[in-house]
């Protein structure tokens, strides 16, 4: 190689050098200036985007942060938990109930202030995540009857139903076999009656049209206010319980502690009739969750 050639190398290999460091500190400048948005998740129904929504205001508001809101609905635990996990999605709403049950496998564990405690500490320790404290009422599975049912009967709790004869119970296609449903009703409470399976959508027309006595539902559902039926007391406290809070990763805590405090500003501020209602806006007057959100946050002097 000549001598001509080697300069030209030699100048070549500079001028790569050079413009290889000068790519790097683009980048890391890049990245140094734009914060990643959060990620906020939920499951594909309404109380979930609700919530989700809220969490996104308030965290845009309070917080000054940037969201990332495409992931709400994305879908079940079992698919928001590995997510949240690997770091693809930040924030999301869950149930005590679900988490312990659902994704650390555990039995079932009756006493919600128990519940709350072993379910943090788990997720604190097996996978970083912080579970802020209870926004105020949990959904769970509830036995729900028409206004109609419960005034002629004089039913008020689920001890009061079982003492009822020739019962028709509306269920989906597991309700007469887990045994967090019919199964274990029938054995705490002596629960009986002719069992009908039927699409969970079709419940409250059943009751409504008088093609059974009692359906299993979710105890926030809207539809219980559309079709104005009764939620009958767990006097035996049979169903686990379902309280509900936000699940944050804890590296988001620490580059961003203004999000926890966002966060906890609804901490006790939604009860299980505020969210029936929150619910009923959505999925029976077709309104916009995100609006629904925001409007409760105004109304609650949460957000300007």
């Not at 890391?28 to 929504?53: C, G, H, M, W």
């Not at 919600?112 to 949990?138: H, R």
């Not at 509830?142 to 109609?148: D, F, G, I, M, N």
């Not at 009739?273 to 619910?279: S, V, Y």
């Amino acid at each position: 190689m000549n001598r001509k050639k080697i300069i030209y190398l030699i100048f070549g290999i500079f001028i790569s050098v050079i413009f290889l460091q000068g790519c790097v500190k683009t980048d890391n400048t890049r990245s140094e200036k734009q914060d990643a948005p959060i990620v906020i998740a939920s499951k594909p129904f309404a109380e979930q985007y609700i919530l989700a929504f809220m969490a996104a205001e308030l965290i845009k508001t309070k917080a000054n942060a940037t969201v990332d809101t495409s992931k709400i609905g994305m879908g079940p635990s079992e698919l928001l938990h590995p997510a949240v996990e690997k770091g693809q999605i930040d924030i999301y709403p869950e149930y005590t109930g679900t988490a312990w049950i659902a994704i650390l496998k555990q039995p079932v564990e009756y006493d919600k202030d128990v519940l709350y405690k072993k379910v943090t500490e788990a997720y604190n320790q097996k996978f970083k995540l912080d579970w802020l404290p209870s926004l105020g009422f949990q959904n769970t599975f509830a036995l729900a009857v028409t206004r109609e049912t419960a005034d002629k009967n004089n039913i008020k709790t689920i001890s009061d139903l079982a003492k009822l004869k020739d019962l028709t119970l509306l269920g989906d296609a597991t309700s007469f076999t887990r045994e967090d449903e019919y199964p274990g009703l029938k054995k705490i409470y002596g629960l009986e009656g002719k069992q009908k399976v039927v699409d969970v959508n079709f419940y409250y027309e059943g009751l409504k049209q008088r093609q059974a006595d009692v359906a299993l539902v979710f105890s926030t559902d809207g539809r219980l206010k559309q079709y104005n039926l009764i939620i009958l007391e767990d006097d035996k406290h049979f169903f686990p319980p379902y309280e509900t809070g936000f699940i944050v990763r804890q590296e988001v805590v620490q580059k961003h502690p203004k999000v926890k405090e966002a966060l906890s500003l609804l901490n006790g501020k939604i009860n299980e009739k505020t969210m029936i209602e929150l619910n009923y806006q959505v999925e029976v007057e077709k309104r916009d969750p995100a609006e629904v959100a925001k409007k409760f946050l105004k109304e609650q002097g949460l957000i300007p």
